[in-house]
């Protein structure tokens, strides 16, 4: 893992948007992993103005996000479809027929599930994925306990999560309890990962996914397994970290 530390989210964010402008302008046929949550909206916000002060485009691009609720439309406002086409895809040149997110609606779950792996494994796989974390530690809806090889499949949601989450939903009441998301598995098949955390709030589950044992207890920590993660944090995300000097000290004198 690479962690890199820099004192404000904003940078982070601008760090991150310039590592993917770069992989779409190395490759415009790019395959994209993206996320949800309040994370990445800065990062997002940072690609909108690449792409409209800088000529990024996300023509060629396929995108796959990481989870949808079971139960909400892709007009529902609290689904990830609509997130999504409000944060970013509605702001951007990207076809909208080659941005996958789960069909929360699905009639038959299990099938959705085989086909969206399917769907990733025909489009070649994902080149970079974009990740926040929960405080419980988990990457897309994959709760602790997840399976550290699990696929695509519908995930139940901790009470932690849906608290965290019912700042979106008019009460706690309205948050689904289940979800269909990317498995660990699915996400440790990606070339490359970003994962983005922001805010004192995040400190220890960083700690305990960069520092502590791999555990499913905290899904993120299988990151650890992947040899292509950057972790981009701010100060306060970084603070409960043993071994900040040194994590500093690397990037400052990268090759
Ligand atoms: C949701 C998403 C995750 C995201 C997490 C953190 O649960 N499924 O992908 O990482 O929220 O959200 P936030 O970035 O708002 O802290």
Known sequence: MEVIILPTKEECA??????IANLIRDNPKCVLGLA???????VYNELIRLH???NLSFAEVTTFNLDEYIGLSADHPCSYRYFMQEQLFNEVDVDLNATHVPNGLADDVQSECESYEELITKSGGIDLQILGIGSDGHIGFNEPCSSLSSRTRMKTLTGETIEDNSRFFDSVDDVPRHCI?????TILDTRSVLLFAFGEGKADVISQSVEGPIT????????????????IIDDAAASKLSNIDYYKEVYANRP
């Open 14 to 19: 601008y760090l991150g948007a310039g590592i």
């Open 181 to 185: 998301t990317m498995g660990v598995g």
């Open 216 to 231: 499913s207890m905290v899904p993120a920590s299988a990151l650890q397994l992947h040899q292509r993660v950057k972790v």
């Open 36 to 42: 949800t949550g309040s994370t990445p909206v800065p």
């Open 52 to 54: 409209k002060e800088n």
